[in-house]
T-cell receptor, first 117, second 115 residues
Framework: AQTVTQSQPEMSVQEAETVTLSCTYDTSESDYYLFWYKQPPSRQMILVIRQEAYKQQNATENRFSVNFQKAAKSFSLKISDSQLGDAAMYFCAYRTPTTSGTYKYIFGTGTRLKVLA | NAGVMQNPRHLVRRRGQEARLRCSPMKGHSHVYWYRQLPEEGLKFMVYLQKENIIDESGMPKERFSAEFPKEGPSILRIQQVVRGDSAAYFC?????????????FGNGTRLTVT
């Protein structure tokens, strides 16, 4: 079964420092997408970054970058120069096509990130 | 802003009543997903719909819950005879459904409270 595991329920980081959130997944597929979503207290789910499994290059979006290790099935999120506005729940998600031509999205349980001033 | 619209934002129901949650997908999106989030937990998949079709309802309880996405109008998640355990945030997400890169776009959720 496809699963997504976030082993860190909560993390803290000092403002302006760097933090890495871990995510591992289990799949037998070779073609899939991985995402990180952010959920601030407003509850809005915001897409932070994505990674296509067939791309070896790690995705980067400004202060957010990923370390994608396909063989290890690991997809960690690095936040550099952390800001108070980065405080939120972060969800790792996996998308894979199904045999019916549709998609399944599977989410991890989330990591709550606290940013300390 | 043509984002995913969910309403109501908050819904309070007494035990035994019906709850109706609405979701209008982003313009041009024909695929809708419903997720449930219990307090301090992740998103649990409930159901995946295209226009007039239920594609995958493997995450939806067999009783009391139903979903539809008619040809015209929003997608509706209906919970009949609500119980306290149904209290949660319910999120709708949409995608264009085409192959390739198409992430989910989420609404702001409906927080259901059953008293």
């Amino acid at each position: 079964a496809q699963t997504v595991t976030q082993s860190q329920p909560e993390m803290s980081v000092q403002e302006a420092e760097t933090v890495t959130l871990s995510c591992t997944y289990d799949t037998s597929e070779s073609d899939y997408y991985l995402f990180w979503y952010k959920q601030p207290p407003s509850r809005q789910m915001i897409l932070v970054i994505r990674q296509e499994a067939y791309k070896q290059q790690n995705a980067t979006e400004n202060r957010f970058s990923v370390n994608f290790q396909k063989a290890a099935k690991s997809f960690s999120l690095k936040i550099s120069d952390s800001q108070l506005g980065d405080a939120a729940m972060y969800f790792c998600a996996y998308r894979t096509p199904t045999t019916s031509g549709t998609y399944k999205y599977i989410f991890g349980t989330g990591t709550r990130l606290k940013v300390l001033a | 802003n043509a984002g995913v619209m969910q309403n109501p934002r908050h819904l309070v129901r007494r035990r035994g009543q019906e709850a109706r949650l609405r979701c209008s997908p982003m313009k041009g999106h024909s695929h809708v997903y419903w997720y449930r989030q219990l307090p301090e937990e992740g998103l649990k998949f409930m159901v995946y719909l295209q226009k007039e079709n239920i594609i995958d309802e493997s995450g939806m309880p067999k009783e009391r819950f139903s979903a539809e996405f008619p040809k015209e109008g929003p997608s509706i998640l209906r919970i009949q005879q609500v119980v306290r355990g149904d209290s949660a945030a319910y999120f709708c997400a949409s995608s264009p459904g085409t192959l390739g890169y198409s992430p989910l776009h989420f609404g702001n959720g409906t927080r259901l409270t059953v008293t």
